[in-house]
């Protein structure tokens, strides 16, 4: 007895699960990935597995709007090059940009994808501030005020993510380079 296709619009799309579990049994490399709770998940079936907390859930994920939001990243590819803000861009410009094209948005102009561009440069921002964070990309990319804090102009500059962001991903085993457990 297979795992039945979800069928969508007359086309039938096999569940995630399926496809991963034809997959060799190779050993995977740990990735430092730590269970954050020990309490299990018991299904009525009587099937038990670790508890979801801590993972995301990337199956409530809105994938209409990503989809809205994955045409600027292939927009951007015809004039732009192929990938070409992964170089590296400042995260200000970014969360700029992004707040522009949300007030426009806001404001009533549908005459550009406002909304998607909007969310394009904030997700942006968000993975630059984790390369950065990484020390994958130049601090210097991330160079954001503290208006929070008693902070100047030439203070360091705090570190692009939340306390809650690092400890989010370094719970699924990402790490600034040099961190112990970093793969």
Not at 19 to 35: H, N, Q, Y
Not at 39 to 55: C, E, F, L
Not at 109 to 135: D, F, K, T, V, Y
């Amino acid at each position: 007895m297979g795992i039945p296709p979800y069928v969508k619009d007359g086309k039938s799309f096999f569940p995630a699960r399926m496809v991963l579990s034809s997959m060799s049994d190779e050993r995977i490399p740990d990735t430092g990935f730590k269970k954050i709770e020990a309490k299990d998940t018991v299904y009525g079936t009587g099937a038990t597995r670790d508890s979801r907390r801590g993972k995301g859930r990337l199956v409530w994920m809105p994938w209409d709007a990503l989809f809205c939001i994955s045409r600027i990243y292939e927009e951007g590819n015809l004039g732009r090059g192929w990938r070409n803000w992964e170089a590296g861009m400042p995260v200000e410009d970014l969360l700029d940009s992004s707040i522009r094209h949300l007030t426009q948005h806001v404001s009533g102009h549908r005459s550009e994808p406002h909304l998607s561009q909007g969310c394009w440069n904030a997700i942006n921002a968000l993975q630059m501030s984790i390369w950065i964070w990484e020390g994958l990309r130049d601090p210097e990319l991330g160079r954001l005020p503290d208006h929070r804090h008693l902070w100047k102009p030439g203070d360091p500059y705090p570190s692009p993510l939340s306390e809650p962001e690092e400890k989010w991903l370094r719970a699924v085993g990402v790490r600034p380079v040099g961190e112990a457990g970093q793969a």
